[in-house]
Antibody, heavy 118, light 105 residues
Framework: EVQLVESGGGLVRPGGSLRLSCAASGFNFGVHGMNWVRQAPGKGLEWVST????????GYAGSVRGRFTISRDNARASLFLQMNSLRVEDTAFYYC???????????WGQGTLVTVSS | EIVLTQSPATLSLSPGERATLSCRAS??????LAWYQHKPGQAPRLLIYDASNRATGIPARFSGSGYGTDFTLTISSLEAEDFAFYYCQQRSNWYSFGQGTKLEI
């Protein structure tokens, strides 16, 4: 059974930092590009960041570029998101996901809630 | 960044009817477009990739079409479990999602 389990969310003040983690199991994590997608309460899905299979290529949405850093540890089948200079508008559920394609149906975690508030 | 605009925002239909959802990109994405179904409390489910290819296990009543900037998701005959939110996603220049269409009974 495929599992993606996020952790590290919580309440943080504007300007603060959080580090999200995602533990993967049940599939060959090390060969897949991985992503973070978020959903603010009552809003739609928003792509946040992507990292390729070996960690050498990363991409970010304009809204987080320069503040967030994605990384991975294939030996531990783990994905990370370091979030700095957090803003109120970063409040959302953050999902770890392999988005799917011709070779994969796609996998999603259950999400972790990040709340940025004073 | 590529902006995706979905229409309509809400689509009200009955079981058995045909649903047509649209997605327009701010610049060409070729065929690098996916569609997802999302129900509250559940993980999004990939329906269509590369504009017109059904993902594994997706029923044949779901079909996608389009190229460049204009795309369509069609559900040929709605079933009760199809009422949900639908998002298009471009995969041409990194990623981005449309704002979603709510398909309601």
């Amino acid at each position: 059974e495929v599992q993606l389990v996020e952790s590290g969310g919580g309440l943080v003040r504007p300007g603060g930092s959080l580090r999200l983690s995602c533990a993967a199991s049940g599939f060959n994590f090390g060969v897949h590009g991985m992503n973070w997608v978020r959903q603010a309460p009552g809003k739609g899905l928003e792509w946040v960041s992507t990292i390729n299979w070996d960690g050498r290529t990363t991409g970010y949405a304009g809204s987080v570029r320069g503040r967030f850093t994605i990384s991975r540890d294939n030996a531990r089948a783990s994905l990370f998101l370091q979030m700095n200079s957090l803003r109120v508008e970063d409040t959302a559920f953050y999902y770890c996901t392999e988005l799917g394609d011709a070779y994969s149906p796609g996998y999603w975690g259950q999400g972790t809630l990040v709340t940025v508030s004073s | 960044e590529i902006v995706l605009t979905q229409s309509p925002a809400t689509l009200s239909l009955s079981p058995g009817e045909r649903a047509t959802l649209s997605c327009r990109a701010s610049q060409s994405v070729s065929s690098s477009l996916a569609w997802y179904q999302h129900k509250p409390g559940q993980a999004p489910r990939l329906l269509i990739y590369d504009a017109s290819n059904r993902a594994t296990g997706i029923p044949a009543r779901f079909s996608g079409s389009g190229y460049g900037t204009d795309f369509t998701l069609t559900i040929s005959s709605l079933e009760a479990e199809d009422f949900a939110f639908y998002y298009c996603q471009q995969r041409s220049n990194w990623y981005s999602f449309g704002q979603g269409t709510k398909l309601e009974i």
